[in-house]
């Protein structure tokens, strides 16, 4: 097993755990952090849909402030935090688009109303009201009555292939533990402790 290999089949074995622990509400929610074109950090919480040997992945509006960072600098950072377990994964990577048909299978199992809020929000552009949101998802409701409601071509997904990986676990007196895996310039993967 390679260790990159390794150190997404770690994640797994935390994530089970996180997932599994009946403290932690949303063990899936992650901090993604962009960077917009002219340097500007941005960081906001997301949910993780998947995770294989490929990379991390979830899904948005690619009109969205998040979308057009990543569009511009297809790089990201995501944070795992599980406080009732004392474990924080770290992944950063580059981030590329996931296939239409992942994207499609993914709408199509999304609730009905889920499906209808990706047509009616404009992500990130400013709203005049909650009350213009909720005439837009009324007019949808409408419009797809007894059909089936079709991917918006401005939705799709993002998975972020990792380059590095850190898995940190507290420890008294602040003497955490941390590991790091990460892959060099050619491609090459090392593993190694961090001071805490």
């Given amino acids: 097993m390679s260790l990159k290999d390794d150190a997404i089949e770690r994640f797994q074995g935390w994530f089970e755990q996180a997932r599994t622990n009946e403290g932690i509400a949303e063990a899936t929610a992650m901090t993604l952090s962009t960077v917009s074109p002219d ?12 995770v294989d040997a490929d990379g991390f992945v979830f899904y948005t509006n690619r009109r969205s402030r ?8 297809p790089r990201a950072g995501l944070c795992f935090l599980w406080p009732p377990l004392g474990l924080q994964v770290l992944v950063e990577g580059v981030v590329s688009d996931v296939s239409d048909a992942e994207a499609d299978a993914y709408f199509a199992s999304r609730p009905r109303l889920s499906q209808i809020g990706a047509w ?7 709203l005049d009201s909650p009350e213009t949101l909720a005439h837009r998802v ?12 079709p991917r918006p071509p401005h939705w799709s997904g993002y998975r972020v292939a990792p380059t590095l990986m850190e898995f940190w676990s507290a420890g008294d007196g602040r003497l955490h533990r941390r590991e790091r895996y990460e892959a060099d310039a050619e491609g090459q993967w090392h593993h190694y402790f961090v001071n805490p």
């Fill in 120 to 126: 009616a929000s404009y992500q990130s552009e400013p």
């Fill in 138 to 149: 009324e007019q949808l409701e409408q419009q797809y009555a007894g059909r089936t409601i």
């Fill in 66 to 73: 998040k979308g057009q960072h990543l569009s511009a600098t």
């Fill in 39 to 50: 340097g500007q950090p941005a960081a906001r919480t997301v949910l993780l849909k998947a």
